[in-house]
């Protein structure tokens, strides 16, 4: 009875994960367009005219929220002059996919674009590139900056929690500046049971944001250019901003700043009491500024104990592929104990990849094992790696594990997460005037921003595995009991 039970769980739990990846599994990508919405089959796009089209929006195709109902926006600075734009037209164009927003703010000409891509990740046209423009249209120099603030709802979560990649499960405010902006965050619906996920990504070298922040609404829609962020605080009304600093624009110059956010795909592996998933922050090692090598990638991995037992000397690593590497060295990491119920732990690695002088296509591959089940089955992520002229080139082998360092592991890692409810605000009833009261500031903090601990989602890929003794010994003694009758009632035949 226990062994089904298990095997019971395992599927549940499969179930649960798979809906987190493939909820959006639609082929269709045409594209349809009204007045104030464009969409395929995967993901919907739209504007909203009551603010002369200066805020957006979007959901999947199944009306998920993705982000709130059009309190997105775009923020300029001019010579410290700072406000959200109101845009004076829309254009849609369905054969480039794209929504044109023009306007005008203190002196600059600004241009905002939302366009459906092709995720590389999912390989769907499920993913909008955020783009804004500041022109200098005067016949003098302007300080600009530009603010790009993402109000983040999945599902009826307005209080959406994120993993981070290199910082793992933020549900307080935190910022990150320079080095430390982060290549890709996902954002889920809940942190322990998600069904709906999405992925935030930015550009690297000089594109990049100069900060990003992961706080809440009543902060972020307020006339700051740079808001302040209070780590005390838990997210409440959840936001990202990405912020690029005030740099001056002579005349003719232009600031130009991009981001992206659509659905996510996790791939996993959920035949077993140890569920394994992983995901990718992009499909290719992007060739960098200067033509010498790679801009790095990065790989998460979520765990999670979906059986009746607790696993102990739980296990994730990565084997990889010849001319690839994590960055700090580490393919392995390892946890004591993974208690059931715990939640799920996430680990991040960030990849570098030796300047190739052919085109690659390799294979990453996320193993997991416990000293319960075994190892079980492993998860293929696949990258381009284009061709740089001049390198050498490197032959293709098998993924090549690492030399395995373990990363130390807290208690905190094998901890559930407990995701706050909504606070029931009120944002489609908000005008243009600024509040200047932090709602949150009464809200606990019901888990802080903890080192790579984090969420799932899955599609099986391989049998169940068991470790346990006590499920095979009623296995085998069942088989021998049926040999038995049967050959006690052909014995009777006879």
Not at 295 to 323: A, R
Request: aromatic letters at 6%.
């Amino acid at each position: 009875m226990n062994g089904l039970l298990k095997k019971v769980g395992v599927s549940a739990a499969a179930l649960v994960l798979a809906a987190s990846s493939t909820a959006i599994a639609v082929s269709a990508e045409e594209v349809t367009v009204n007045d104030t919405h464009m969409k395929n089959g995967h993901i919907d796009v739209f504007v909203d005219g009551t603010y002369s089209t200066s805020r957006f929006a979007m959901s999947d195709s199944q009306g998920n929220h993705l982000l709130f109902d059009c309190t997105s926006r775009f923020f300029s600075s001019v010579d410290g002059v700072v406000d959200y734009i109101s845009f004076s037209d829309c254009d849609i164009n369905s054969s480039t996919k794209t929504f044109t927003l023009n306007g005008k703010y203190k002196n600059t000409d600004v241009t905002a674009t939302l366009r459906i891509v092709c995720n590389t990740v999912t390989g769907k046209e499920d993913t909008v590139e955020i783009t804004m423009t500041t022109l200098n249209s005067d016949s003098v120099d302007h300080n600009v900056g530009s603010r790009i603030m993402l109000d983040t709802q999945l599902g009826d979560n307005d209080r959406a929690p994120y993993r981070v990649t290199g910082i793992g499960e933020v549900t307080k405010r935190i910022q990150c500046t320079g080095d430390n902006v982060p290549l890709s965050y996902n954002t889920f619906d809940s942190l322990t049971n998600p069904k709906i996920v999405t992925a935030g990504t930015f550009l690297s070298g000089s594109a990049k944001p100069d900060i990003v922040q992961f706080t809440n609404y009543e902060i972020s829609k307020q006339s700051v250019f740079i808001p302040e962020v209070n780590t005390n605080y838990s997210l409440g009304d959840s936001t990202v901003n990405a912020i690029w600093n005030v740099r001056t624009l002579a005349p003719g110059q232009s600031l130009t700043c991009r981001t992206y956010y659509g659905l996510s795909a996790i791939d996993v592996s959920a035949n077993s009491e140890l569920a394994l998933g992983a995901n990718k922050s992009t499909g290719e090692f992007k060739v960098n500024e200067d033509g010498t090598g790679y801009e790095n990638v990065s790989v998460m991995s979520f765990l999670q104990n979906t059986g009746i037992y607790d696993l102990s000397n739980v296990e994730v690593s990565l084997q990889l592929p010849n001319g690839v590497k994590t960055a700090d060295g580490t393919a392995t990491k390892s946890y004591s104990t993974l208690t059931t119920g715990s939640g799920v732990i996430q680990d991040s690695w960030t990849l570098t990849a030796d300047p190739s002088g052919n085109v690659r296509t390799v294979k990453v591959i996320v193993k997991a094992k416990s000293d319960q089940t075994g190892t079980v089955d492993p998860v293929e992520l696949a990258f381009n790696i284009p061709a740089i002229e001049g390198a050498p080139e490197i032959e293709e082998t098998q993924p090549a594990t690492e030399p395995e360092t373990t990363a130390p592991v807290t208690e905190d890692n094998t901890q559930a997460t407990t995701v706050p409810a909504d606070d029931g605000n009120d944002k489609q009833s908000e005008t243009k005037s600024v509040s200047t009261t932090d709602e949150a500031t009464s809200d606990e903090s019901t888990s802080d921003s903890t080192n790579d601990s984090s969420d799932g989602s899955e599609n099986s890929n391989g049998a169940i595995q068991t470790g346990h003794t006590l499920p095979v010994l009623i296995v085998l003694s069942l088989f021998v009991i049926a040999t038995s009758a049967m050959y006690v009632y052909k014995k009777k035949q006879g």
